[in-house]
C-alpha cells in the first residue's frame, strides 16, 4: 500500500526551462495498459514530489498520452 498525503508543497526542484516560457518544460507521458499504481507513483512521487494515499483496494490499468509544454500547476 503506497502512502503518504496528496497535495502540500512539493520539494523544491529546478526544472529545466525552455526559451518559450522558463515557468514550463516538456513532458511526454506515454502510458500503454500500465498498472494504475505505478503510474501514480510516476506521476505524484516522481515528477510532482508530492505525498499521496492509494487505497489498497484500487486496481486496474491505465492508458495515457500526453506530450506538450506545461508548468506543475498545469
Known amino acids: 500500500m503506497q502512502t503518504g498525503l496528496l497535495g502540500g508543497e512539493p520539494a523544491p526542484t529546478v526544472a529545466p526551462k525552455t526559451l518559450a516560457d ?17 503510474v501514480t507513483n510516476q506521476l505524484f512521487g516522481e515528477y510532482l514530489k508530492v505525498n499521496y ?15 506538450g509544454e506545461y508548468n506543475k500547476q498545469e
Open 22 to 38: 522558463p515557468e514550463k518544460q516538456k513532458l511526454l507521458l506515454n502510458f500503454d495498459k500500465a498498472d494504475v499504481i505505478e
Open 53 to 67: 494515499v492509494i487505497d489498497q483496494g484500487v486496481r486496474g490499468q491505465i492508458s495515457l498520452y500526453l506530450e
